[in-house]
């Protein structure tokens, strides 16, 4: 079946701008979860969606950073005032929470972001 | 807090040779364990996994057993093949089956042939 999707691939943006990046889950997964994958620091987890319960936001480096899941599928990371920093792979991967492959999580092929 | 360290690379090997890449964790209670890899242009793919003290995880020809006495899942393959080039992450899940991975920094291995 269908993995998770990502788009866009690449964004490049000016610093200071806003950039909104979409993650599809597969089907059926009931958690999302982001990461950042950067030279310096590895990856790094950002927030995790569960459900309906309140996401877990302990990830996010500063306000600037947001996310929301509608319908319990798609997901949208938003960065506000983009800084060079900023720059890395964001990556979004899904996963089930019950059965033989319970807390698997699928990643996507990320999307590059680039600010200048 | 949680955390996981693996071995620095790069590594660098020649086919059919040994790989041990290892890894150990820093948890409370009972994490799931996991190995990740990357391959050059491609997204992160689970390789291997465990959930329990004991249980040996096995995909590929590679094989991870999970040993709570020494907080370690080390990561050996018996022959490498120039395939096998890739980035390996270690990763654990504090949860077991919830919540975030914590990653290791990841162990880039060269295969030459």
């Known amino acids: 079946g269908a993995g998770v999707s990502q788009s866009p691939s690449n964004k490049v943006t000016e610093k200071g701008k806003d950039v909104e990046l979409r993650c599809d889950p597969i089907?059926?997964?009931?958690?999302l979860y982001w990461y950042r994958q950067s030279l310096g620091q590895g990856l790094e987890f950002l927030i995790y969606?569960?459900?309906?319960?309140?996401?877990?936001k302990s990830g996010l480096p500063s306000d600037r950073f947001s996310a929301e899941r509608t319908g319990g599928s798609v997901s949208t990371l938003t960065i506000q005032r983009t800084q060079q920093e900023d720059s890395a792979v964001y990556l979004c991967?899904?996963?089930?929470?019950?059965?033989?492959?319970?807390?698997?999580?699928?990643f996507g092929p990320g999307t590059r972001l680039t600010v200048t | 807090g949680n955390s996981v360290t693996q071995m620095e690379g790069p590594v660098t090997l020649s086919e059919e040779a040994f790989l041990t890449i290892n890894c150990t964790y820093t948890?409370?209670?009972?994490?799931?364990l996991f190995w990740y890899v990357q391959y050059p242009g491609e997204g992160l793919q689970l390789l291997l996994k465990?959930?329990?003290?004991?249980d040996k995880g096995s995909n590929k020809g590679f094989e991870a057993t999970y040993r709570k006495e020494t907080t370690s899942f080390h990561l050996e393959k018996g022959s490498v093949q120039v395939s096998d080039s890739a980035v390996y992450f270690c990763?654990?899940?504090?949860?077991?089956?919830?919540?975030?991975?914590?990653f290791g920094k990841g162990t880039k291995l060269s295969v030459k042939p």
């Open positions: 990763a654990l899940n504090k949860k077991g089956s919830q919540g975030n991975l914590i």
């Open positions: 969606f569960q459900g309906n319960s309140a996401p877990d």
């Open positions: 089907s059926g997964h009931t958690a």
């Open positions: 465990a959930t329990k003290a004991d």
């Open positions: 948890a409370t209670g009972y994490p799931s």
């Open positions: 991967a899904s996963s089930i929470l019950s059965g033989p492959t319970s807390g698997e999580q699928y």
